[in-house]
């Protein structure tokens, strides 16, 4: 995977990978009960989603800026499509998550146990990652979640923005260990009724040589 496509994808699916942190936090040393509960709120709200879609913003401290729409199929599959003229595309089958890229007419793909993906995707969160809560903040009635490699802090931070009313996912901030920020917003959150499996597989995009064609 080339750099620019490596950070796109770790832009989008960090967020899946935070989850995994939420749970250990009632055993992180000074976080507060209220704190603890802000936590397993956040758990509770991810491990119940089913299928929805948002759409969503993504820009980063060099003034870049995508956008693009979101389906989420727990336990899984997701698909993530940027808008042109970016030919980005992540997805999810439930079993590899592939990174295709239409303008170059490119495919990639990896195991979804070895991405972040994984940890977010399967029927249940997994919380045992080596991940753990940073902090905890509020502003404006609004939560945030900070976590970090329990093992490598110094390869950055996931910050989980979540709204308090009603209470749900709107966005996250990725920093990573040279302090430059990737932040993705969600906006049009919806529930959507099951997608055919057909919809998280995604095809190779360069054509084909016709049979019988001399290579």
Do not use: C
């Amino acid at each position: 995977m080339t750099a620019p496509r490596r950070r796109v994808y770790l832009a989008l699916a960090v967020v899946l990978a935070a989850s995994s942190a939420f749970a250990a936090g009632s055993t992180v040393p000074g976080l507060s009960d209220e704190d603890a509960r802000d936590v397993a709120r956040s758990v509770a709200y991810l491990d119940g989603l089913t299928t929805v879609k948002w759409r969503f913003t993504q820009t980063d401290t060099r003034g870049g800026r995508l956008s693009g729409s979101l389906i989420l199929q727990r336990p899984g599959k997701a698909r993530f499509d940027y808008d042109p003229p970016s030919g980005l595309v992540v997805a999810s089958d439930g079993h590899k998550v592939s990174v295709v890229d239409r303008r170059l007419k490119t495919i990639s793909s990896y195991p979804l146990g070895m991405t972040p993906l994984g940890l977010f995707l399967g029927r249940n969160i997994r919380l045992d990652r080596g991940v753990r809560v940073a902090s905890v903040d509020h502003e404006g009635g609004d939560l945030t979640v900070v976590a970090v490699e329990a093992q490598h802090r110094d390869r950055g931070s996931i910050a989980l923005n979540f709204n308090s009313s009603p209470f749900g996912l709107t966005g996250w901030t990725l920093t990573d260990g040279r302090g430059v920020k990737v932040r993705v917003r969600l906006t049009d959150f919806s529930r959507i009724g099951p997608q055919d499996a057909k919809v998280f597989e995604l095809a190779d995009p360069a054509p084909r040589p016709e049979a019988g064609a001399i290579r």
